[in-house]
């Protein structure tokens, strides 16, 4: 990244005068994104994989602690089997062509994904978390 910063041309770039601040001019900004069903569909997506989605270590350490009554090896392990499961994910997801669902529809899937995890909740081997993750990190069926 630093090389590319300094290989840019500054001269090259187009410069644009600064918006003025003006009252109200964030919720009108809001307003137009909101007005938008594609923007719209971004922030709710955003929204609930921010809230419900990104508490893997949280789950994790959990887990290790609750379910399987270990230390930081078992954490260490229960991370180890999110990660190759999410790269396992990852590669059958890149084996497809195109995308094949819109952004609304793929809304529709964050309560498969939810409950896949919610299977992982319930899990009691090592192994049946290594099975839910796989399903969590591949993107064929979004």
Do not use: C
């Not at 350490?61 to 999410?86: E, K, N």
Request: hydrophobic share 45%; aromatic share 8%; net charge positive.
């Amino acid at each position: 990244m630093l090389i590319s910063l300094t290989l840019l041309r500054v001269t090259e770039l187009h410069t644009n005068a600064r918006a003025q601040r003006a009252k109200g001019s964030f919720t009108e900004g809001f307003r137009y994104v909101w007005s938008r069903p594609d923007l719209r569909a971004i922030l709710v997506m955003l929204f609930l994989i921010g809230t419900l989605g990104l508490n893997f270590p949280i789950f994790i350490s959990t887990m290790a602690v609750r379910v399987f009554r270990t230390d930081a090896g078992g954490y260490g392990l229960l991370s180890s089997i999110m990660a190759v499961g999410t790269i396992g994910g990852a590669v059958l997801a890149a084996g497809r062509d195109k995308p094949r669902a819109t952004i609304e529809k793929r809304l529709g899937l964050v309560t498969p994904t939810e409950i896949t995890k919610l299977l992982a909740t319930v899990s009691r081997t090592y192994r049946q978390i290594y099975r839910q993750n796989i399903p969590l990190g591949d993107d064929r069926r979004r």
